[in-house]
Structure formats: structure tokens, C-alpha cells
């Protein structure tokens, strides 16, 4: 029987994702090093949903506030994608093999995980996370409620 060896399935979606891949690669490695795209995809994607967990918990407490948002989240999101950067300076300026790079990655993967599951919990999607994980946030779920509270105690003044 023949057999394509060559045969690829083009779809529109492989297209754009190709096209992504080819676009934002080079630049993260530029930037963060070679072979650290993964690193910082993941990152990225708990940065994301750390995003998402606290809109919905702020909404579900009523201090949600775009304006807070922009201006205490976006710098704070930017600070935190630039980190893992000036680690791969370091590493390079030191001929280290990625340790600034990679503990500070990790640690700001830990702790947002950390955030994004306070957040969670905040939003009322608590039952899915087990007590366990509860244990080891329950410092930054504290944070979380006291900085929410104060929020909204500052919006009530200001709207009263």
C-alpha cells in the first residue's frame, strides 16, 4: 500500500498557531534565553488565570474596580513578566546555566498559584480545591479578604 509520509493536515487554526509560534518564539527567546518558552508559557498561563480568579472573586465580594485593576494589576503583571528577563541578564553576565532564571520563574509561578487559588476560593469555587492546597494558603486567603475588605470599605466612603 502507499503510505504519505508528508501528508499534513493544514487547517486555518494550524495556520494562525504557526504563525503565532513563528512571531513570539524568537522574541522569548531573545529575552528570557533559549529553550525557555515553556517556562514562560506556563507563567503566563497562571498569570492569566490568576487574572480571571480575581475579577470573578472581586465581583462576587463587590469591590471589583477597573480603575484598580489598571492601575494596581496591569503594573504589577508587567513587574512580574519582566523578572524572569532581567534573571536571564544575570545568569548571562554570571555564565550561570539559568539558576536566577529558573528560581525566579518558579517562585513567581508558586506564588501566583498561590494568588489565583486564594482567588478561587474567594469566588466560590472552593469546593473543587482540595483541603490540603486550602492549608498552605490560608496566609494569602487572609490578605486576600483583609485587602478586599479595606477595598470596599474605601468605596463605600466614597460613594457615601
Same mark, same amino acid.
Given at each position: #500500500? ?14 494562525? =498557531?504557526?504563525?503565532?509560534? =513563528? ?15 515553556? %517556562? ?17 472573586? =472581586? ?15 496591569? %503594573? ?16 548571562? #553576565?554570571?555564565?550561570? %546555566? ?31 480545591? %482540595? ?16 485587602? =478586599? ?12
Amino acid at each position: #500500500m502507499y503510505k504519505q509520509w508528508l501528508a499534513v493536515d493544514i487547517t486555518e487554526g494550524r495556520v494562525i =498557531a504557526t504563525g503565532i509560534g =513563528a512571531v513570539i518564539a524568537p522574541w522569548v527567546t531573545m529575552i528570557y534565553g533559549d529553550g525557555r518558552l515553556i %517556562p514562560i508559557i506556563l507563567m503566563l498561563v497562571v498569570i492569566g488565570l490568576d487574572w480571571i480568579t480575581g475579577i470573578e472573586a =472581586a465581583r462576587k465580594d463587590k469591590t471589583y474596580s477597573s480603575q484598580y485593576g489598571i492601575r494596581e494589576g496591569l %503594573p504589577r503583571t508587567l513587574f512580574l513578566v519582566a523578572m524572569p528577563a532581567i534573571a536571564n541578564l544575570l545568569d548571562t #553576565m554570571m555564565g550561570m %546555566p539559568g539558576l536566577f532564571f529558573y528560581g525566579i520563574t518558579l517562585g513567581i509561578i508558586y506564588h501566583t498559584w498561590q494568588s489565583l487559588t486564594a482567588n478561587a476560593y474567594r469566588a466560590g469555587w472552593g469546593k473543587w480545591i %482540595p483541603k490540603a492546597v486550602m492549608s498552605h494558603i490560608e496566609s494569602e486567603l487572609k490578605a486576600k479578604v483583609d485587602r =478586599a475588605s479595606k477595598r470596599g470599605a474605601e468605596g463605600d466612603e466614597k460613594n457615601g
